[in-house]
């Protein structure tokens, strides 16, 4: 359903239900968002005595086929509020969503799905009340003094004491009843919107999320999670009371105060020394050869799998596990500097240096720190801050080993159920209300069974809060890949590369190994093995970071 011009029904069809619905009010006042109020979309699902069907919208009304419906009619909107009623008595069970997906329509406006409900008599006219109030978040997209821009991923909404989603009856004879109700279950006092597409927004954008009545004193917490230009990722935090700011059925209450996210303070920081502090990159770096075009991971889960096998000079498709110091550059001395080289001789690779200092070229993020798209380096008015580049061992060794709770802050999960790996917490770690850690990595990967089983929703909330993942990517000898998560005949591994040569072996280099056993900082990485790389980039000092 469109936040757009209220739709009213201007003639009947004899053979159709016409659709209406009231809007949101504010205050009193209809039209109080923006000027804007609720219409049908075509394709919107409603659910009348049992029957579910799609609405057919256009500029002066909306109507579902009456078919064999006969009065009385008891209808919900959207229909999965309870895809299976019956809706044959007066009372019926629903389940207000705990998350709902931002879609913007062709206008550019908020495609809202409110949860609304009609009952009638008789007659083919149908007038839908909403069963939820709403809530306007402005945020201002703008990061001001560093001509820095962001995406919102997330708005998650969290209330101290009343059920905001979860299961409700409603009694279609009385549909203004609902009021607010206390809960003690925390998974029913909160309600995310998620964007099937970042939102690039700008000064004060507002967004409506739907939630159950809300009373008065109530102190929501808002966490908003963002994603830079520069590829970092951030969540914005602010809790404030409503003492006397109780939201009802079909109102929209509005926080007055606008959240201005501020560069540097909020993103994710990992200590790597005892005066380094980094961030780590959206996801794992990914090539395509046809193109010569560079870029990140959509999601930090993402991986290409058994398409690395297609590894050469003309591939169309992205590969993500790379010989080591294959950043393009020529200057190493190396035969294989190109990105989609395979060969299986060690020497073809660099191994005169780590891929620091005279031959930091060697490194894919800072030989092509300007060319990876959804990495922005433009940024000199932030002082202390590099462009992005690949860890060391030292540096690997700090964030898993020395630096502060390190054991505490490294553990397995599993994403939706299907994607396994190893998670980081930064160093100030606050879980988004709700969700839990557990440190550790023995037990082997079933035992993310009953810990850190995280839904692709839990993870957004996750990743804002400054969780890093790192998939178990696999490896690749030639073209041959194996040990990713998606394979069946193999363990699931993940392989790191960091920046740094070995110094046991020739031709060798230290690699990050993700095992559901244990990790491993290794020393003996065959360097012409394809792996996977995770950028960085430097913050400033961890005494700066402190007085932030």
């Known amino acids: 359903m469109g936040v757009a011009l209220l739709v009213g029904c201007q003639k009947e069809l004899e053979d159709r239900l016409v659709l209406s619905s009231e809007g949101f009010a504010s205050n009193g006042s209809k039209m109080a968002v923006s000027g804007n109020s609720l219409s049908w979309v075509t394709g919107d699902e409603v659910r009348v005595n049992g029957q579910t069907s799609e609405v057919t919208a256009d500029a002066s009304s909306a109507s579902i086929p009456m078919g064999s419906l006969t009065a009385p009619f008891r209808a919900i909107y959207p229909a999965s509020l309870n895809s299976s009623a019956a809706l044959?008595?007066?009372?019926?069970?629903?389940?207000?969503?705990?998350?709902?997906?931002?879609?913007?329509?062709?206008?550019?406006?908020?495609?809202?799905?409110?949860?609304?409900?009609?009952?009638?008599?008789?007659?083919?006219?149908?007038?839908?009340?909403?069963?939820?109030?709403?809530?306007?978040?402005?945020?201002?997209?703008?990061?001001?003094?560093?001509g820095i821009s962001m995406k919102i991923t997330s708005i998650t909404v969290i209330s101290d004491r009343y059920q905001l989603s979860g299961s409700r009856s409603i009694d279609f004879s009385n549909l203004t009843s609902i009021s607010p109700t206390l809960s003690s279950t925390a998974a029913n006092r909160s309600v995310t919107m998620v964007f099937d597409e970042p939102l690039y927004v700008g000064p004060y954008t507002s967004v409506q999320i739907p939630l159950l009545p809300v009373g008065e004193n109530n102190k929501f917490t808002v966490e908003i999670n963002v994603r830079y230009v520069d590829g970092s990722l951030g969540c914005y935090k602010i809790t404030r009371s409503t003492n006397s700011g109780a939201i009802g059925r079909a109102k929209i209450g509005q926080l007055s105060q606008s959240f201005t996210l501020q560069y540097d303070t909020q993103i994710s920081k990992f200590s790597v020394s005892a005066n380094r502090t980094v961030r780590f990159a959206k996801g794992n770096l990914q090539y395509r050869a046809s193109t010569d075009t560079w870029r990140l991971a959509e999601h930090q889960y993402d991986i290409v799998g058994s398409d690395n096998s297609n590894i050469s000079s003309s591939n169309s498709g992205w590969i993500d596990l790379f010989g080591w110091g294959t950043s393009g550059w020529n200057g190493s001395g190396a035969t294989c500097y190109h990105p989609y080289d395979h060969s299986t001789i060690a020497n073809d690779y660099c191994s005169v240096s780590s891929l620091t200092g005279s031959y930091r070229n060697a490194d894919w993020g800072y030989y092509n720190r300007n060319n990876i798209e959804g990495l922005n380096n433009t940024h000199s008015n932030l002082a202390g801050i590099s462009d992005w580049r690949t860890l060391t061992y030292e540096e690997w060794d700090y964030i898993l080993n020395t630096r502060a709770n390190a054991a505490s802050k490294k553990g397995k999960a599993c994403i939706d159920g299907q994607y396994y790996g190893l998670v980081l917490l930064p160093d100030n770690w606050t879980p988004p209300t709700g969700l839990s850690f557990t440190s550790g990595m023995s037990g082997g990967w079933s035992a993310v069974a009953n810990t850190n089983k995280y839904s692709l929703i839990d993870w957004v909330r996750m990743e804002g809060a400054g969780a890093v993942f790192l998939p178990t990517a696999g490896y690749r000898y030639n073209t041959t890949v194996t040990c990713y998560t998606g394979q069946t005949s193999a363990p699931l591994i993940g392989y790191y590369w960091t920046a740094t040569k070995s110094n046991a072996y020739y031709n060798r280099a230290y690699d990050l190994i993700i095992e559901g056993s244990g990790l491993t900082l290794s020393d003996n990485g065959y360097r012409e093995c394809g792996e996977a790389v995770r950028l960085v980039r430097n913050n400033m000092t961890v005494r700066d970071a402190d007085e932030d």
């Open 88 to 146: 044959n008595s007066n009372t019926v069970t629903l389940t207000f969503p705990s998350v709902y997906t931002y879609h913007a329509t062709d206008g550019g406006q908020q495609n809202l799905e409110a949860p609304m409900a009609a009952y009638a008599e008789s007659g083919n006219k149908l007038f839908f009340k909403h069963l939820t109030g709403a809530l306007t978040v402005a945020v201002d997209g703008w990061v001001y003094g560093t």
